[in-house]
């Protein structure tokens, strides 16, 4: 008998192996890929954890009740991988293409993304995975008892349970890229795989030549019933076990994992297509010929499931013993990391993530702590997916019921198939028809197989199982519909795949799919077809008219797309129906998308469709972003090229301004010169008259000197007003703003013009303002103004009883002076002239000033912030508005 | 018998230079302040010359000076443009108006009664 | 599943999914029922019995079958993806 303590230090030696194993290889891989790990034996290696410590030790059992049916279950998986070329190399391709991390994401990534489907292959996967986790407890603790004689088998289970737990997240949660593989855990397995292979051929070995004498002795007498078992060999059962067999390879959460995730190089599965399969036939070599010996040797009654382990130690064959007991060991953790690992992804992936993302979508800049995010999620599914195995194991008291865990496992991921198999070879599969199947493949597998295998003790109850929920014995759970007589497990099979595929296809025919489904349906059905080195470009798009159609009806609105595609049509020449997939057709209808969702997208979308080049979700998102920028980046420029094209406008008018200006120079300088000139003639003329002229009168002289006199200061005014204005115009004059009482300032300038207005024989009534009003000016400047004004008022006024009406209006902060004359006024042609320079220009004589008056005063009250301007009354007749500012707060 | 001459100008102080001058060389003399009047004027009683001021209210010399070309009965009055302003435009506006002298303000005296003497002798051009 | 005009390589990789295609059909038909039934019958082969014998006699010439076709198949799988061509790695 070994000693616990042997047992322990080896056990716990193997496990220190294992974790020096992984972390070397993981460590060293960080610093570049390891070769022999890229090796397609270590791949075929890491399939082997379909080969579970249920293979290792409960072959032998299946053997020893059922004879040769053990074999169907390594047969499935031979035909699957012999005939790689059909099925596999296509699954892995597609993964690989669309960066598959799971077979619910798979699925869900077939059928338009579905979340929905997600959750629902997860859910199912997690049901099945959590007892056959469970199943690995048990016979890991079983497997101790016995060589231990240990009896507390629930700590043994936890101790185990928690070191796998520490080293799947160890080492499966290293990186979050589940395209990436884990190399750590590859190069274990590996290890445990090659164990398990040598433990079973040893512990085969010696039972053959060891204990018997050879073959011949061992099935010396044997009968063709032991061979047959209880069922009938190569019958239904047999056919169900293949078939499920075959399924669980694919279907299996840890056999996709490894198979098709973790796969490398497609030229991988060549190697594998065979060598797998004499894996498995290693495997089982000896499983027979172990079941009869130990049905031969060992007490009757001992459990045939722990043969294995029993045989050496019943033969003393310590050694052995021990070897064995590592081998289901390996067997054991193995498929339990690995599994947890499949499921922990889809489970993180599709149910933890989703809802945690939903609860803190509020903040958006949460790309760092995403990836934080993503590994605790993980670590966190590890963990409560091993810890529900254990409590799973714990509550099923480790009743034999766990014995048919894997069968009852294999049935419930089996329900994935319909869905995976149409997905990858029928257009027509849709995402309600693959729902409608999973449920109720789901719910057939639950009440048919999985709660009848608690024998009535979990939700149906034993009444239930024999005569069916409420009495109702057509819907017996092991006999649906009558369906009596039959094995449990054909039964079910037969039920929820049959139903679930019937739905399936149903379901399909009834609905339509949505575009993306129809996009993700053409790549992944036609993954080979892509580009082909162009050798034809007419036959490289793998994509239908009526496809490209459908996305452009999305898109586009109906009767755009209906247009675009009879136009290419016609300009194929085709009479009639839908054009052709050319490069022309793609290229414009990747315009015309590009006109509706941006050029990015629309580029992603076209070459999605036409299924020249992938793209996976995180692509997808990257253009979802990168569209938000392209978007954000061409709303700036919209507003920077506003912006521009406002600046634009800005130097346009600056520009137009300093045109008109430079135009307005040029004419005042020539009406400057036309002023000037017009005195200077006469003095000129007139000088040369007194020059010359030797008879002219006294009286001449003295008119002639006159007229000199006074063009001479003429001349002078006006050029005292030119530069007034320059100056005024320039903000060069010095007016010093003070408060001024408005009422004295128009009676100052009332005072000033007097002598006109008597003159003139002309009415002033003065309306002043109410109160003190205050305003900003200059006192001296506003005079001027007001005088100028009042003096245009006097000149002009050419009527038979001339009147000119002051009038002082308060508003707000504004305060004005209005000047009306009843002296016919300006026209509004005049009116936007008349404040030009030399305006009157012609008219101006030796005793009207230059034509400067208005204009200058225009500039002064324009440089007392307040304004100059001509205004229309309401009956059309105008007058001259002096605008000011009023001091606030002045006594009204 | 005195030629006779027609003053379209509205500086008051030239007129008056004019007048003494153009007296002084033996014409006779007639004032028009306005475009409109100097036309009437013309029509009514064509001058021996006419002289004509650019810059006048109402309708310009050039304006004034076109009407009447355009006129068979006073499409040879010799003219005489004045004008203020000395730039080229003008001397070819105003010769393409039909001008037949043109002198710039302010003016020499003697070029003044000469181009008018000038003009007065020649008679009607022959365009 | 292409158009390429038939050549020598391109015969080569039809004959080989077809050959695959046969090997797999063959490996279902002689380990299901009905066809695999006719292997209940008494007697051994070498001391073995013959159903026993039998399935594990197909099933060494599925894996030898799948060994010899390895290499015309993958090599089709290079024709196919030229750019994933490894140098050799078994």
Not at chain 1, 59 to 74: C, D, K, P, T
Not at chain 1, 193 to 218: E, H, R, S
Request: proline letters at 4%; one cysteine or more.
């Amino acid at each position: 008998m070994l000693s616990v303590d042997v047992i322990l230090a080896v056990c716990l030696g193997y496990v220190v192996l294992l974790f020096a194993i992984a972390f070397v290889v993981d460590r060293r891989s960080r610093q570049g890929p390891i070769q022999w790990l890229q090796s397609p034996v270590i791949y075929t290696l890491s399939i082997s954890v379909y080969c579970t410590s249920w293979t290792f030790y409960g072959a032998v059992g299946s053997a020893a009740r059922n004879g040769l049916e053990f074999a169907a279950i390594y047969l499935g998986p031979t035909l699957v991988f012999v005939g790689w070329w059909w099925l596999l190399r296509k699954l892995v391709r597609i993964a690989k293409e669309h960066r598959v991390t799971s077979i619910a994401d798979l699925i869900s990534s077939r059928y338009g993304k579905s979340p929905s489907l997600a959750v629902i292959v997860t859910l199912i996967a997690v049901t099945a995975a959590t007892p056959y986790i469970a199943l690995q407890l048990q016979s890991l603790t079983r497997s101790y008892q016995v060589i231990a004689g240990d009896a507390d088998g629930y700590t043994t289970a936890l101790w185990i349970a928690a070191g796998l737990a520490l080293f799947t997240i160890l080492f499966g949660t290293r990186n979050l890229d589940a395209n990436e593989r884990h190399h750590g855990v590859v190069a274990a397995i590996a290890l445990e795989a090659i164990v398990k292979l040598l433990a079973l051929l040893a512990v085969g070995i010696f039972a053959v030549w060891g204990v018997a004498g050879g073959l011949a002795d061992v099935f010396a007498d044997v009968s063709m019933d032991a061979i047959r078992g209880s069922g009938d060999l190569f019958g239904p059962r047999w056919a169900a076990l293949m078939f499920l067999s075959a399924t669980a390879i694919i279907c299996l959460p840890r056999q996709f994992q490894v198979t098709v995730v973790e796969n490398t190089e497609e030229r991988h599965l060549g190697t594998a297509s065979w060598l797998f399969p004499l894996y498995l036939l290693g495997m089982s070599l000896f499983i027979m010929p172990i079941a009869i010996v130990g049905l031969k040797v060992l007490p009757s009654g001992a459990n045939p499931d722990l043969f294995v382990l029993t045989l050496p130690l019943w033969a003393e064959q310590d050694e052995l013993a021990m070897f064995a007991f590592l081998g289901g060991f390996s067997s054991a953790t193995s498929m339990v990391i690995v599994a947890a690992i499949a499921v922990s992804t889809m489970v993180s992936n599709h149910i933890v993530m989703p809802l945690v993302l939903r609860v803190l979508s509020f903040g958006k800049s949460m790309r760092g702590d995403v990836r934080g995010l993503l590994l605790i999620s993980r670590r966190v599914s590890i963990a409560a997916i091993l810890g529900l195995g254990f409590l799973y194991f714990r509550l099923s008291g480790g009743s034999d019921a766990l014995a048919a865990i894997g069968l009852i496992a294999f049935t419930g991921v089996a329900q994935f198939l319909p869905s995976l198999l149409g997905g990858i070879f029928w257009r027509g599969a849709t995402r309600l028809g693959a729902l409608a199947g999973l449920i109720v493949g789901a719910l057939l597998w639950a009440y048919t197989l999985f709660l009848p295998s608690f024998g009535g003790e979990f939700i149906l109850s034993a009444t239930v199982l024999a005569e069916g929920p409420w009495g109702i014995a057509v819907l017996r759970p092991q006999a649906l519909f009558g369906l009596a007589g039959m094995d449990p497990l054909v039964h079910a099979v037969v039920w929820s795949v049959g139903m679930n595929a019937l739905v399936f296809v149903t379901v399909s025919s009834l609905t339509n799919p949505d575009a993306l489904e129809r996009l993700q349906a053409s790549l992944f059905v036609n993954v080979y077809r892509t580009v082909d080195d162009g050798a034809s470009l007419e036959a490289t798009y793998t994509v239908e008219t009526e496809d490209i159609y459908v996305l452009a009806q999305q898109i586009l609105d109906r009767d755009h797309a209906a247009r675009l595609f009879e136009e290419m049509a016609a300009a194929q020449n085709a009479l009639h129906g839908m054009p052709r997939v050319t490069d022309a057709v793609i290229a414009r209808l990747e315009r015309e998308l590009a006109g509706s969702i941006g050029a990015a997208s629309a580029h992603a979308l076209v070459t999605r469709i036409t299924g020249t080049q992938s793209v996976g979700m995180t692509e997808l998102i990257d253009i979802a972003s990168e569209t938000q920028q392209l978007i954000e980046t061409s709303r700036q420029l919209t507003e920077k090229s506003a912006e521009l094209e406002r600046t634009a406008q800005q130097l346009r008018e600056v520009n137009e301004r300093l045109r008109a200006l430079d135009t307005q120079k040029d004419e005042f300088l020539s009406q400057v010169s036309h002023e000037l000139r017009t005195p200077m003639t006469s003095i000129r003329s007139f000088s040369e008259i007194l020059i010359d002229d030797e008879n002219i009168t006294a009286d001449e002289r003295i008119q002639f000197t006159t007229i000199i006199h006074e063009e001479s200061r003429r001349l002078t005014r006006l050029l005292d007003e030119i530069l007034n204005l320059s100056r005024l115009e320039s903000g060069t004059a010095d007016i010093p703003l003070a408060p001024v009482a408005l009422n004295e300032a128009i009676d100052g300038a009332l005072d000033s013009v007097t002598g006109m207005t008597r003159a003139g024989n002309i009415t002033v009534n003065v309306s002043r303002a109410p109160g003190d009003v205050r305003v900003h000016a200059n006192d001296d400047r506003l005079r001027q103004a007001l005088i100028n004004i009042l003096a245009n008022a006097v000149k002009y006024n050419t009527a038979p009883s001339p009147m000119i009406e002051l009038r002082a209006v308060v508003e707000g902060d504004r305060a004005w002076v209005d000047v009306i004359d009843n002296g016919g006024g300006v026209s509004r042609e005049e009116a936007s002239t008349i404040f030009d320079k030399f305006a009157r220009g012609a008219r101006a004589t030796a005793d009207q000033g230059a034509g400067l008056g208005l204009a200058i005063s225009r500039a002064i009250m324009q440089a007392m912030n307040g304004d100059l301007r001509v205004e229309f009354a309401g009956d059309g007749t105008s007058f001259f508005r002096l605008e000011l500012t009023r001091i606030p707060g002045a006594a009204e | 018998m005195n030629k006779r001459v027609l003053l379209v100008e509205d500086e008051p102080n030239i007129v008056e230079s004019l007048r003494f001058l153009l007296e002084r060389a033996g014409f006779d003399i007639s004032v028009e302040t306005e475009g409109p009047a100097a036309l009437e004027s013309v029509l009514q009683s064509p001058p021996d010359v006419l002289v004509l001021d650019v810059m006048l209210p109402e309708l310009d010399g050039f304006e004034v000076l076109r009407q009447l070309r355009a006129n068979p009965n006073t499409r040879a009055l010799p003219v005489l443009m004045l004008t203020a302003k000395g730039q080229k435009e003008n001397r070819e506006t105003a010769f393409e108006a039909g001008a037949d002298a043109f002198i710039t303000k302010p003016f020499s005296n003697t070029d003044i009664v000469d181009a008018v003497s000038n003009l007065a002798t020649r008679g009607p051009s022959q365009t | 599943m292409t158009r390429r005009t038939p050549s020598a390589p391109g015969e080569n990789a039809r004959k080989a999914h077809d050959r695959s295609l046969a090997l797999t059909l063959a490996g279902i038909v002689f380990l299901m029922p009905p066809v695999a039934a006719v292997f209940l019958v008494e007697g051994t082969l070498a001391g073995i019995p013959l159903p026993l014998a039998a399935v594990f006699a197909v099933w060494i010439f599925l894996v030898a079958g799948a060994y010899l076709l390895r290499p015309a198949l993958q090599a089709a799988h290079d024709l196919e993806n030229p750019t994933s061509r490894a140098p050799d790695d078994d």
